[in-house]
């Protein structure tokens, strides 16, 4: 019988090693830029063209390669960062697998131009899909420039796959500013299109490094850390309670210099934040960790991103303790705690709530949601006899409306209200928009800027008048009325919400969506208290409102038990 099993050709293997390594252009990007700051440049520069899928042209002035390391640095599995097996656990570069390079070569036209800082010449290497067609002596100045031409040229299944040009570039952008982080010393420029969206020159401090990525504005209100162990140096920044964010885009890792995604070092954050920012928030940190490289494994994901640590648990620890340092040192923990008295007279614990409060949390499995659905559809409400008897949780209202008890998710009801008002007001006269006497000014990071560019009109047709001010910075001169202008973190988490969404699509976010992101943003949310005037003023609006059982998301606003359900779970029935 004939075998089965075949031996694959060189040209699929390559293909499929390609596939872990070169994900999409910013993959590029990434590898590029690390084999740069190996090579210890201090300028590297980017030109892109079309979010990377035409072009991407990476030149730094580093130490360069000779013309026949030039050859062999497109051969699979070649590198001069590890000589031995030993070296894998004592790595101090950030490439090690030789493998970037070849694989981007595999799907893509390339050329790479190298010179040695102490040659007279430099060297030119052709290739295309893999193949080298030429090399030749040429002059030019000292260190590398790798070009890439029409990325995945021979994967049309990976070309499919690419977003658009304004995504791609974004993604980009975030790999190069993170770099940039770590490396304040290098100056780097990055021009998409002809136009230049980074660029942060040499500095001796990651600070001013900080201010080039987020700006000024956020930079002020992050607080310096610094903490040695002999297991673990720790230095970085991290942000003040008061200045959280709704995702953890805005959390940056680096060990030894490598940005890595990390549960551990995540948890180790969050706890560190316990108490001190509202449950479902993220705080705000850029952190640097210097450990020995034989404590940690980086050779561990196809694309380097994450790295295992021998001494979890002790590396954890360490990095909440340090956070947990800074935040006390800096006193923010009790002012923190001073901060947020709690109103007695709002804290919407009536007399006669209290009492329901207990039977409601007892019999909570009433109802199953099915059930509660056919429910509403037998028949609607009016809400008009609707009373408030309190809140629980800080999160649920708890009604009486004739001979129906409720409970009524706080947050899911305000943004239906919100919602339904947007929609209404944008579908007739237009979002009524709030003009801001002091403008505000958002300097926001590369990839924001460029999301926020992208939905410029989406966000002006409901209400918003947002300038781009060039250099990442955007001008708001009006908003939406219902947001509440005062509280800026709600346009940081809109913009975070904005940018983050458009990286994941492939189309631009239409303004029912941004309606939607506004309606939850400006909403009160779980775990604030409500006077009894607020929650009748909210429930007062059940009436009006279209489809008053559920949020723009879908989930339920209101759980609703007839009397007669309660009588019979009581056996009074
Ligand atoms: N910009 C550069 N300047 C100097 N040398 C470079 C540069 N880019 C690549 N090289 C040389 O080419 C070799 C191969 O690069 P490649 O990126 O393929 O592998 P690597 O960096 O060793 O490992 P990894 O696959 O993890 O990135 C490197 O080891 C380095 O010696
Ligand atoms: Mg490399």
């Known amino acids: ?13 390559s293909k499929i090693a390609a596939g872990e390594v ?64 030993g070296d894998l656990f004592s790595i101090s570069t950030l490439g090690f697998r030789g493998e970037a390079l070849p694989s981007i070569a595999a799907v893509s036209y390339l050329e790479l131009v190298s010179r040695e800082k102490d040659s007279l010449e430099g060297v030119k290497v052709k290739a295309e899909g893999g193949k080298i067609l030429e090399v030749k ?71 001013q490094a900080v201010i080039d990525v987020y700006g000024k504005d956020l930079a002020k209100d992050l607080l310096e850390l610094e903490f040695t162990h002999p297991s673990l140096d720790i230095k970085g920044f991290i942000g003040k309670p008061s200045i959280s964010r709704a995702s953890r885009a805005h959390q940056t890792f680096f060990v030894n210099s490598r940005p890595v995604r990390s549960k551990i070092l995540f948890h180790a954050l969050g706890e560190a934040y316990q108490g001190l920012i509202p449950g479902g928030r993220h705080p705000l940190a850029i952190l640097y960790l210097k450990i020995r490289p034989e404590l940690i494994d ?65 019999t909570s499995p009433t109802l199953s949601l099915r059930e509660v659905r056919e429910e509403y559809q037998r028949g609607r409400p009016s809400f008009e006899e609707i009373a408030v008897l309190g809140q629980v949780f800080q ?19 305000h943004e239906r209200i919100i919602f339904e008002e947007l929609m209404k007001t944008k579908k007739s ?14 300097q926001l990071e590369p990839k924001q800027a460029l999301s926020l560019k992208e939905n410029l009109n989406s966000l002006k047709e409901i209400g918003f008048v947002l300038e781009d001010f060039g250099g990442n910075t955007f001008i708001i001169r009006a908003v939406p009325s219902v947001l509440k202008v005062e509280n800026e973190q709600i346009l940081f988490d809109l913009i975070d919400e904005i940018s983050e ?11 029912e969506k941004i309606i939607q992101m506004v309606a939850c943003k400006a909403a009160v949310k779980a775990g604030e208290n409500l006077s009894r005037r607020e929650a009748e003023a909210l429930l007062k609006e059940f009436q009006n409102l279209e489809n008053p059982f559920s949020c723009p998301h879908g989930r339920p606003t209101v759980i609703r038990m007839k009397k007669s359900d309660l009588e019979r779970q009581f056996g009074r029935r």
């Open 429 to 442: 006269s237009g979002v009524p928009s709030q003009s801001l006497l002091i403008p505000l000014t958002l």
């Open 137 to 207: 002596k040429i002059g030019c100045p000292p260190g590398t420039e790798v070009l890439i031409r029409d990325l995945f040229y021979n994967t049309p299944a990976r070309l499919k796959y690419l977003k658009t040009a304004s995504t791609e570039i974004a993604h980009i952008s975030k790999v190069v500013t993170t770099q940039a982080l770590s490396h304040p010393q290098v100056s780097f420029k990055l021009v998409h299109n002809g136009m230049t969206i980074f660029n942060s020159p040499s500095t001796p401090t990651p600070y």
């Open 298 to 362: 980086v050779n561990v994901h196809p694309a380097k991103l994450e790295v295992r640590f021998l001494r979890e648990k002790e590396v954890h620890n360490l990095v909440q303790e340090a956070i947990r340092k800074c935040l006390t040192s800096a006193q923010l923990i009790p002012e923190l705690r001073l901060k947020e008295p709690l109103p007695q007279k709002e804290v919407g614990s009536y007399p006669r709530a209290e009492r329901k409060y207990q039977f409601v949390q007892e």
């Open 1 to 13: 019988m004939a075998n089965k099993i075949i031996v694959l050709e060189e040209d699929i293997v």
């Open 395 to 413: 999160t649920y209202l708890l009604a009486e409306d004739r001979d129906e008890f409720l409970i009524i998710d706080q947050h899911a009801l």
């Open 22 to 85: 070169v994900e999409r252009p910013a993959s590029v990007v990434k590898e590029l830029l690390e084999n740069a700051l190996d090579a210890q440049s201090s300028q590297v520069s980017f030109e892109i063209k079309d979010g990377g899928k035409r072009l991407i042209k990476v030149s730094d002035d580093g130490w360069g390669m000779s013309s026949s390391d030039a050859k062999l640095a497109l051969l699979r599995h070649s590198t001069s960062k590890i000589k031995s097996l």
């Open 501 to 511: 969404e458009s990286l994941q699509s492939k189309e631009r976010i239409t303004w």
